[in-house]
C-alpha cells in the first residue's frame, strides 16, 4: 500500500510552511484550539503524535507535564525542523509513517494526531495500531479534514452569486469513501474521504468509545477580525474526535 509523503516535495513544503506562518490561517483560528481543549491532562503521561510536522505540539505537551512524547513523520524535512527548534530531553522524534506503528515497543496513555489521518488510506489499520499501543484508559484525539471537503472531487466547491458571495456549498460523492486528488501547492496530491459513519463505526469496531466531536465555527468576534471564515456555517473545514479506550 502507497504511503505519501508529500511533505518532502519542496514546492509543498515552502507553500505549506508560508501558509502555516500567516496570522489568520485555519489551523491556528480553528483547528489548534479545539484540539487543545479536549487534551486530558499531560502531567506524567506518555504522549504520541501522530503526523508530528515540526513538533510545535510535542514541545508544548512536555510544557504540560508530559514524561515523555514521541513524535513520528513520514517526512524528513519536517523532523529536521522539529529537532532544531522544538527539541527537549522527554522528546524522541521518529522518521516513519503511521501504517508501521506496530514497531513501536512501548505503550502510551495518549494518542494525538492533527491533520494528517486524511492522508492515511488505511484508516482502519491505523485506528486499529493506535488501539493496541494506548494502555486501559488511554485516550486518542484527531483532527482531519471535514468529510464535507473531503468528498470534493471536482467542479466549483461553491455556487455563488453576482457578486462572488458564497451562496453554498456544492456537494457530490459524499457517499463514495476513497481516494481523492486535489490541488494544492502541487497537482495530485491524494487525500482519503469517509463518511462520518464509516470513521465512527471504525473507532467503536476497533473498541474506543466516543467522547467528543468537534466541527469549529467562528465566534462573533473571530468574524469581526476574519468576515471570510463565514463560509464555515455553510462548510466546517474540520472534524475532531476524542475517544477512549
Known amino acids: ?24 490561517n485555519a489551523n491556528d483560528l480553528f483547528e489548534i484550539p479545539a484540539l487543545l481543549s479536549m487534551m486530558p491532562d499531560l502531567k ?25 512524547v514521541v513524535g513520528i513523520d513520514i517526512s524528513k524535512k519536517m523532523l529536521e525542523i522539529a529537532k532544531t527548534e522544538n527539541s527537549d530531553p522527554k522528546i524522541e522524534y ?14 502510551f496513555d495518549v494518542a494525538v494526531s492533527s491533520l494528517a489521518l ?4 488505511d484508516f482502519y489499520g491505523v485506528v486499529k495500531s493506535i488501539y493496541h499501543l494506548l494502555d486501559r484508559n488511554g485516550i486518542f484525539l484527531f483532527s482531519q479534514e471535514h468529510p464535507l471537503v473531503t468528498c470534493h472531487g471536482q467542479g466549483n466547491r461553491w455556487t455563488k452569486d453576482k457578486n462572488g458571495e458564497k451562496i453554498h456549498l456544492n456537494l457530490s460523492n459524499y457517499g463514495i469513501s476513497g481516494e481523492r486528488t486535489t490541488t494544492w501547492f502541487v497537482d495530485d496530491l491524494k487525500i482519503y474521504h469517509r463518511t462520518f459513519s ?3 463505526n471504525t473507532l467503536t469496531e476497533v473498541g474506543f468509545t466516543i467522547e467528543k466531536m468537534i466541527e469549529p465555527l467562528p465566534t462573533e468576534e473571530l468574524l469581526a477580525r476574519y468576515p471570510d471564515h463565514k463560509d464555515l456555517f455553510h462548510k466546517p473545514d474540520f472534524l475532531l474526535l476524542k475517544v477512549k479506550k
Open 198 to 200: 464509516e470513521i465512527i
Open 118 to 121: 486524511h492522508y492515511v488510506e
Open 94 to 107: 521518529r522518521n516513519m509513517p503511521m501504517e508501521n506503528l506496530n514497531v513501536l515497543n512501548e505503550t
Open 44 to 68: 506524567g503521561k506518555r504522549v504520541l503524535d501522530l503526523g508530528c510536522g515540526y513538533g510545535e505540539h510535542c514541545k508544548l505537551f512536555v510544557d504540560r507535564g508530559a514524561e515523555r
Open 1 to 24: 500500500m502507497a504511503q505519501q509523503n508529500v511533505y518532502d516535495n519542496e514546492i509543498f513544503f515552502e507553500g505549506y510552511r508560508k501558509i502555516r506562518q500567516k496570522e489568520s
